[in-house]
């Protein structure tokens, strides 16, 4: 019915612990081609500031002003740069990963669904890395209201640990017994809770101080609520 349910559902975080077999990193010249396409967007969010006495580029206009002026004789000041002033000030970032059972089926190329989310989180990692901003990365599932998981991989304060990442592993769907029967009453057949999961992630950023906040959501794009 679209209809806002309060206190619906319940959302319980997961510390995830280091998992023992990690597969070793994925190619570095795609960790390098991503830092370089995170570089390039984050550079397009600065702001030029022309006719400044310093600064990293000369503004041409500026200078031809400042030569015409000075051939006239015409004193001035030579405010003839451009700085680049970055904006935002900061970004804090979280990735949520879909952790659902409908990861553990395969593509097309024989991965998992889960091994194709955490090789694509981690190309952007290396891009946030790269340009230095905070970001956390969270994993979640939740195929019954009252059970709705969020992993915690990193935190906005904490560092990258890639084992981490490789323990976040789908759960297969519990059997059905009458008690989960009793406690599955949903509107939602063989789908996920991702509502739930992202209105706590975006609790969690909403407590920032940086200036922009942004969710990233990994998922199979199967059916959600």
Known sequence: SGEYLLNWCEVNEFELKPAENVPPPINGALHLQMAQIFERIYSGLSEKRRHEPEGEDIDIDAAVEFMADRAAGVSGEPNIYIQRRKR???????FLIDASP???ESLNDGKRVIDAERESLELLVAGMEHV???????????DERNDVRVYIVKGLNGKFDRSRLYSLEPRPISDSSEENTSLRDSPIVDGTYTGPAIRHINHLLASREEAVKVLFLLTDSGVTA
């Open 88 to 94: 935002p000030e900061g970004i804090a970032a979280a």
């Open 102 to 104: 409908s990861a553990l």
């Open 132 to 142: 230095g901003h905070n970001y956390a990365i969270f994993g979640f599932s939740g």
